[in-house]
Nanobody, 121 residues
Framework: QVHLVESGGGLVQPGGSLRLSCVASGSIFSIYDMNWYRQAPGKQRELVATISHDSYTNYGDSVKGRFTISRDNAKHTVYLQMNSLKPEDTATYYC???????WGTGISDYWGQGTQVTVSS
């Protein structure tokens, strides 16, 4: 079993900052890509940022220059630093991790339960 636990969401004013964290625990052998997605009410889930095992990063166009993804491989943790937040960033943010649970096993996707981010004055 693998569990992902997110934290750091909340209510923030426009222009403010938040830092999300996601910790993976359980039967983990090797972690590959770690990603953040978000989904606003009535909209499709969208990829916010992704980071590879060797820390190559990529961002959605709407967050480039404002958000930074990072990871701590020793702690099985991925972070999302969100600066200059806008009302349109309001959404539930989900952590997604691609990993293996043993030698020779295939790569599987795991998801966190989501953390709410609300940007409002």
């Amino acid at each position: 079993q693998v569990h992902l636990v997110e934290s750091g969401g909340g209510l923030v004013q426009p222009g403010g900052s938040l830092r999300l964290s996601c910790v993976a625990s359980g039967s983990i052998f090797s972690i590959y890509d770690m990603n953040w997605y978000r989904q606003a009410p009535g909209k499709q889930r969208e990829l916010v940022a992704t980071i590879s095992h060797d820390s190559y990063t990529n961002y959605g166009d709407s967050v480039k220059g404002r958000f930074t993804i990072s990871r701590d491989n020793a702690k099985h943790t991925v972070y999302l630093q969100m600066n200059s937040l806008k009302p349109e960033d309001t959404a539930t943010y989900y952590c997604n991790v691609r990993l293996t649970t043993g030698w020779g096993t295939g790569i599987s996707d795991y998801w966190g339960q989501g953390t709410q981010v609300t940007v409002s004055s």
